[in-house]
């Protein structure tokens, strides 16, 4: 196993970081390395805003639900599905890109190329001896963060990333079962196969946060999950991309 391999299996959360800053070549070297992921067509369809004022970043801690690590680590940035940039590019081009920008196609290539960006920043980070926690929180209130940000229309803060010097390593939390996840040829559907995963899955879980937090908690995963998905929360996101003139047709 190379190096490489062995970072990215051991990943983990870290949500306390040391009071010590990243420098100017750390932030430009991660950076660096989210623009080298694959993007589609050659689109770069993100951007990334390093956010190092103290006010915002307090600010941004009660925006996504009071989490501390937004303000207390190392440095934090904001990923961005970015299709302004590709409106200017038609102004400057005088061609009309506007029907394609505002696809459902584009808008989820702009997606994909974030989201593939951040995991190489993840890595970067996390083979720099950092850590990092995703922050999806973002999103629950993003027209005060577009406005905090100074964030124009067609650009949509998708997640944070706080990285760091972690101050405490967590146990690494079990994935689901290898089996379970891929299918060769076809998607697996024998449903007492697919149960019996799911069910020794859901005892690994019970296991992890049972040991974790001295027998308080033993929630299953399906049982977690299933509790989250009756909640709805976001539902504001359609009218709020509509918004941004990403009309999605």
Known sequence: MNDVISTILNHRSIRHFEDKPLTEEQIQTIVTCAQSAATSSFIQAYSIIGVKDKEKKKKLVELTGNQEYVEKNGHFFVFCADLYRHTIIGEKEQKNVNPSIESTEKFMVALIDTSLA??????????????????????????????????????????????????????????????????????????????????????????????????????????QISNMLLKQNRMYMKEFIQKNKLDLH
Request: net charge negative.
């Open 118 to 223: 951040a995991q190489n920043a993840v890595i970067a980070s996390e083979s720099l001896g950092l850590g990092i926690c995703y922050i999806g929180g973002i999103r629950n209130n993003l027209e005060e963060v577009k406005k905090l940000l100074n964030i124009p229309d067609r650009v949509i803060p998708l997640f944070g990333l706080a990285v760091g010097y972690p101050a405490h390593i967590t146990d690494k939390k079990p994935r689901l079962p290898f089996e379970h996840v891929y299918h060769e040829d076809q998607y697996e559907q024998d449903m007492e196969k697919y149960f019996r995963q799911l069910n020794e899955y859901d005892q690994s879980i019970s296991k992890y946060y049972e040991s974790r937090t001295n027998g308080q908690r033993k929630d299953r995963w399906t049982e």
